[in-house]
């Protein structure tokens, strides 16, 4: 099996930073692409960032030029890092990792459990 913690979220004032992590563990033969995603209340999930084995990176237009995703494939792990962070940033982050368990298998999505980020004016 495999299991995904994420950390890093809290309460932040505007303008300020935030780093989250969420690392993976268990049986992992290859991950083939991580993602952050998002929930505010009564809105529904978006895209944050993604980024490729390869190191390919894709944003929001929302965060563009203010949060950058990077990823350690040696600790199976991956970062949002979140500058001048806004109001409108408050919401649930969710990591999301496709992984494949075992050489001839196919990859799952897996989710993290959700860290809490909240953006005071």
């Known amino acids: 099996q495999v299991q995904l913690v994420e950390s890093g979220g809290g309460l932040v004032q505007a303008g300020g930073s935030l780093r989250l992590s969420c690392a993976a563990s268990g049986t992992i033969f290859s991950i083939h692409g991580m993602g952050w995603y998002r929930q505010a209340p009564g809105k529904q999930r978006e895209l944050v960032a993604t980024?490729?084995?390869?190191?390919?990176?894709n944003y929001a237009d929302s965060v563009k030029g203010r949060f950058t995703i990077s990823a350690d494939n040696a600790k199976n792990t991956v970062y949002l890092q979140m500058n001048s962070l806004k109001p409108d940033d408050t919401a649930v982050y969710y990591c999301?990792?496709?992984?494949?368990?075992?050489?001839?298998?196919?990859?799952?999505?897996?989710w993290g459990q959700g860290t809490q980020v909240t953006v005071s004016s």
């Open positions: 999301k990792l496709e992984i494949r368990m075992y050489m001839y298998d196919y990859t799952t999505d897996y």
């Open positions: 980024i490729t084995s390869g190191g390919s990176t």
